[in-house]
């Protein structure tokens, strides 16, 4: 078999939106398509709906089909973008993310023009949550739509063991399933200076802090985490909780606990005045450093790209049981799990990590260590590789002379 750097690799990437300071899958694609075009011989670019809220002269690294336009021409508008990058760039594999959304159109113009189609799932779309009505498998068209993507698609991507299993629930052939771990932008992270960010916010410099990301919603299950906070304080003196994301509904919920002065709200980092700016922020990531560690109680993530984040500023991690950040940690080490998730638990949890605050601290370079092995770079790699052995499959490689 020939090197890759023998080849031209051109990789269409499809999403519904990409403005990379929206969330989670959105940083994911930006980083993955950045750290694709680092690669020799290899090109990523995107094509995607309409987003009316991204400034005209916001700048991307790399080739972007997008449009401007109301919310209900989006449908179309994709479309259009994805046939212009087709015609325009001759991709010779489709990339889908979010297996009802890119992955689906991915699929539809990989059929229509000839094209072999790599679907990538980031969670919500295979996730399912009954008792909140959380997942797109709540709804029986998407359901039935996501199925046939998963039995139709050239290769399937899941971002860890436990995304592959819900993958193989729900009918992907397992010899097409991929793990392909999301990534960190560990240099970058590490390139940013320093900012002692607890002054900023008032927080002691003995207090043990908190940091948690996302916004008030039911699967993130913040009551949860405020509750605990709630029976710990008299215990843990000097606790805070710095919360990053959305403040509706937070400081509602930290009064009705009571513990409204140990919550710092930051708001959404960054915020809509910084809207040309590209992660990692520097900000975001003074907030990892500056946090004891980071918290996630949420009810399942397929991966948790901000946990992963958290460790490369060398901040250890509590995290629930169905979380895909799990494949990478050293349980006890740089990473914890609530094993029992009820509030008592980790309240019992918090409380002991306390304890051994000065510990975990002087683990941090040991925990950001152990997130250099998995940089976006690294991920990329991996995903060309997929590529290439699909398309040396389908006798569409691109030799270059």
């Known amino acids: 078999m020939n090197g890759l750097s023998d ?18 899958m959105e940083f994911c694609n930006h980083y993955l398509a950045t750290a694709l075009n680092r690669i020799r011989r290899v090109r990523a670019v995107v094509a995607c709906s309409a987003l009316p809220e991204v400034p005209r002269n916001f700048h991307y690294p790399y080739t972007v089909y997008r449009s401007h336009s109301l919310s209900i021409l989006s449908g179309y ?43 990538q799932s980031h969670g919500a779309d295979v996730q399912v949550v009954p008792g909140i009505g959380y997942g797109a498998l709540m709804d029986t068209k998407l359901e039935k739509l996501i199925r046939y993507v998963l039995a139709q698609a050239d290769r399937v991507i899941a971002v860890s063991f436990q995304n592959r299993n819900m993958l193989l629930d729900l009918g992907a052939p397992a010899e097409r399933i991929e793990i392909v771990h999301h990534g960190t932008p560990f240099s970058e992270i590490g390139a940013i200076p320093e900012v002692d960010l607890r002054k900023d916010y008032g927080i002691p410099g003995h207090a043990f802090v ?33 919360s990053v994301g959305p403040i509706k509904g937070l400081r509602e919920l930290a009064d009705r606990f009571g513990i409204g002065d140990l919550v710092i709200l930051t708001g959404p980092i960054p915020d809509n005045g910084h809207a040309k700016t590209t992660p990692p922020f520097p900000k975001m990531v003074n907030l990892y450093r500056a946090a004891d560690l980071y918290v996630s109680v949420s009810r399942v993530e397929a991966f948790n790209v901000s946990a992963l984040d958290a460790l490369a500023c060398g901040t250890p991690i509590l995290v629930t049981q169905n979380q895909g950040i799990r494949d990478l940690i050293s349980e006890e080490q740089t990473g914890f799990v609530l094993q029992d998730e009820t509030t008592e638990a980790l309240a019992g949890l918090l409380q002991r990590l306390s304890m051994i605050a000065g510990t975990l601290r002087d683990r941090r370079p040991e925990i ?8 976006w770079d690294r991920a990329a790699h991996r995903m060309v590789s997929i590529y290439h052995n699909l398309l040396e499959e389908r006798g569409a490689l691109r030799r270059v002379v």
Do not use: W
Request: include cysteine; charged fraction near 20%; proline fraction near 5%.
């Open 77 to 119: 508008l994709r479309r259009r973008n994805i046939k212009t990058m087709i015609k325009l760039d001759q991709p010779a594999v489709l990339h889908g993310s979010m297996i009802h959304g890119g992955g689906a159109a991915a699929l539809s113009a990989g059929q229509r023009f000839g094209i072999p189609v790599v679907v």
């Open 7 to 24: 080849f031209q690799v051109c990789v269409g990437l499809i999403t519904e939106n990409h403005f990379p300071r929206l969330g989670g």
């Open 368 to 375: 950001r260590n152990s997130a250099s092995e998995h940089s």
């Open 210 to 242: 908190l940091l948690t990301v996302g916004r008030n919603s039911p699967i993130k299950r913040m009551e949860m985490l405020y509750e605990a906070l709630a029976m710990v304080r008299h215990h843990v003196p000097g606790i805070r909780c710095v």
